[in-house]
């Protein structure tokens, strides 16, 4: 069921780390657009699934869509590739 409004609301993620261990974290999203940082600290992800719960104006003639996701690796990594 999604709850009124009009944008997303919660979402869960899933995140399976590179020693295969999953750790799922629930998320509430701000109503208004633009962008929403949130602290996801996770050593070295292998996958994270992200499930949109509810959102804020939902109804049967609009659609519920997230643009983007974005996520970074730690500033301080001294890979070289």
Do not use: C
């Amino acid at each position: 069921m999604l709850a009124r409004g009009g944008g997303a609301g919660a979402a869960t993620t899933a995140t399976t780390t590179a020693d295969g261990r999953t750790t799922t974290r629930f998320l509430t999203l701000d109503q208004g657009a633009g962008a929403q940082r949130r602290d996801f600290r996770v050593g070295e992800a292998t996958s994270v699934r992200f499930v949109l719960r509810s959102a804020y104006g939902a109804a049967a003639d609009k659609q519920v869509a997230i643009a983007e996701i974005e996520f970074f690796g730690p500033s301080h990594n001294k890979r070289v590739w």
